[in-house]
C-alpha cells in the first residue's frame, strides 16, 4: 500500500469542526501532514459552497481556522527539527 494515499472518511465534511480539522490533519488521512488536510477542506470548500447552508459554511470555515492552527504547528515543529 502506497504512503502518500488519502483516505478520507465517507461524510466527513459533514461532522463538527473539531472533527473534521482533526481528522484531515491526522496522518491516516493526511500522510503528507496537515497542509494537505487544508488544501482538501479548501477545494471543498470552494467546489461545494454555493450549495452549502449559511450554517455548514460557519462549521467548515470554524475547522479551516482549527486546521490553519495545527499546519502553523507542524511548520514550526518542522522548522525546529531541521535546526536540532
Known sequence: MRDDIIHMPVGLFTQ?????AAS???REVSPQGPATGMRLLMFY????????SASRLKKLEKARKLLSLEV?????EEEHRKIA
Open 45 to 52: 470548500i470552494t467546489r461545494a459552497g454555493r450549495r452549502l
Open 24 to 26: 484531515l490533519a491526522s
Open 72 to 76: 502553523e504547528r507542524a511548520l514550526k
Open 16 to 20: 463538527e469542526p473539531e472533527t473534521i
